[in-house]
């Protein structure tokens, strides 16, 4: 029975986090039964597409393709009034049919592809730490972070981002871990992966040095004789064989998002060309001489959204944005809905707030120190290596997560704390591989004691997850509960009374 056990101990861990992932995102998640933060921008937008009606956006269109998909295949507003979400790029509560609208359908694609993103996290660091134990352990984090679960569960985009920037990053590690030569069609798969992940949001564009990594992995032994030659004639294969895919994959959701908007809206044409318009009055919107027209329009009006976004201002009053040199440290909270009920002098808040996992976030931060101090200390003071693969994969996503930090300090305009989302998962697959690296001979002789302080870790991740849980599904608190909750005075939680 043991040696079974044994045996089959990577199907019995991912069936038991593909269960726990899913009653954890899953259960209940058309509640709260009402509109919060982007999903009056979200749902106005997917609806467009189900009425065949043209629009643009200051992201890609895959995130609100699939949750048009969704409403569509679910029908659970089917016999429900919702011409009125053509009209605006913003729903408000006057804009719902009577008796409102079910949100299942629209919340769908981003809470079922983040549930099922901990299979790839589980696959990344089992490939990349050669433990499953250890996966099994850190890939809690990705299931008991409290701002993940919020946003997972909504219709916005983080949650079905992630599961192309996870499913991105396992392709990767998979074809690393493999021994045969890197083939072309790998770097196509991997670009078709990337693409798919910027067709939702930009800032997936980080993951292009996952390609930098497998062309050093494939190139390694060129790299240390500095065959030049040799390097570019790689390249000359490698670029375009990655490049032309992840183009293709975004093109061709814009080639559906620009097919299906086949009339104008009544109440913007979002300062689209008179040609293009021209083109969807003459019923040509599928047309290929049409794309050419309207992508240039859509990236122009990306672009200047963009510009248009105010900065920062922390003076403000109400202000939710926070400077991203605070988001390690999760600064600041946003309360994104909230509704009470008074009881015999008592009043019961339902708070919908985006509010961090503090063990989540402080341990991928101190992940993140220990690993660049650990690279520091190798390349500057040409210390040993313990384990010179897992200090590679160390490298590898250290980079990711600083490149992306970055990138995010140059940008101007105001951003918010879950902006920090996408770096946070790199922090913890990081933060399981600088464990890995740190008790490398304890897990070697499997010791008890590492084994049992790592199960107290994921058992204190979880308890906290719980203590911030009526923040992340809207359950009642009391002002005396709410302050109980209220850690830190950077989070700028505040009590509605």
Not at 62 to 77: D, R, V, Y
Not at 124 to 135: G, L, V
Not at 382 to 408: E, H, Q, R
Request: aromatic share 14%; net charge positive.
């Amino acid at each position: 029975m043991r040696s079974l056990l044994k045996h089959h101990l990577t199907h019995i861990y991912l069936l038991l986090l593909l269960v726990v992932s899913a009653a954890v995102y899953v259960t209940g998640y058309g509640q709260p039964n009402a509109l919060f933060w982007d999903e009056n921008y979200h749902i106005a937008s997917a609806e467009k597409y189900i009425d065949g009606v043209m629009y643009m956006e200051p992201h890609p269109p895959l995130g609100k393709l699939l949750m048009a998909a969704s409403e569509q295949l679910l029908g659970a507003n089917a016999d429900k009034d919702k011409s009125k979400f053509t009209h605006t790029d913003y729903v408000r509560d006057n804009d719902m049919p009577d008796g409102g609208i079910s949100y299942y359908g629209f919340r769908l694609p981003s809470t079922v592809l983040m549930a099922l993103s901990v299979l790839f996290m589980f696959g990344i660091i089992r490939r990349t730490s050669k433990n499953p134990h250890i996966a099994l352990a850190f890939c809690c984090f990705l299931i008991f972070d409290n701002a993940l679960v919020i946003h997972a569960r909504s219709a916005m985009l983080e949650g079905i981002q992630l599961f192309f920037i996870l499913a991105a990053i396992y392709y990767t590690v998979r074809i690393v871990t493999t021994k045969p030569r890197i083939t072309l069609t790998q770097y196509a798969l991997l670009g078709t992966l990337i693409g798919l992940a910027v067709a939702v949001k930009i800032n997936a564009l980080v993951l292009l040095l996952l390609f930098v990594l497998v062309y050093g992995v494939d190139q390694w032994q060129a790299i240390k004789t500095f065959n030049i030659a040799a390097l570019l004639k790689r390249l000359a294969t490698t670029v375009p064989s990655g490049v032309v895919p992840l183009g293709v994959s975004f093109l061709a959701v814009f080639y559906i998002h620009i097919g299906l908007g086949q009339t104008i809206s009544p109440h913007k044409n979002y300062s689209a060309s008179s040609e293009y318009q021209q083109l969807i009055k003459d019923g040509r919107s599928w047309a290929p001489s049409t794309f050419f027209v309207a992508l240039q329009d859509n990236l122009k009006y990306m672009s200047n959204y963009a510009d248009g976004v105010p900065r920062l201002d922390v003076c403000k009053a109400g202000e939710n944005g926070s400077a991203a040199i605070g988001w390690p440290l999760a600064s600041k909270t946003i309360n994104y809905r909230w509704s009470k009920r008074t009881v015999d002098d008592t009043t019961y808040v339902r708070y919908h707030n985006l509010v961090a996992n503090p063990v989540v976030w402080f341990g991928v931060l101190a992940g993140i120190i220990l690993s660049i101090g650990l690279i520091i200390s190798r390349f500057i003071y040409n210390n040993p290596v313990k384990d010179t693969a897992l200090f590679y994969w160390i490298c590898g996503f250290t980079s990711l997560y600083v490149s992306y930090m970055v990138a995010i300090l140059q940008i101007e305009r105001v951003m918010y704390m879950y902006h920090y989302l996408v770096p946070l998962v790199f922090g913890i697959i990081n933060l399981a591989l600088v464990f890995s690296y740190i008790f490398r001979e304890q897990l070697l002789a499997s010791s008890r004691h590492t084994y049992i302080n790592l199960g107290v870790l994921v058992a204190f991740t979880i308890g906290v997850f719980y203590v911030f849980a009526p923040f992340t599904y809207s359950w009642e608190l009391t002002e005396a509960q709410f302050e109980i909750r209220d850690w830190f005075d950077y989070w700028k939680l505040q009590v509605v009374r």
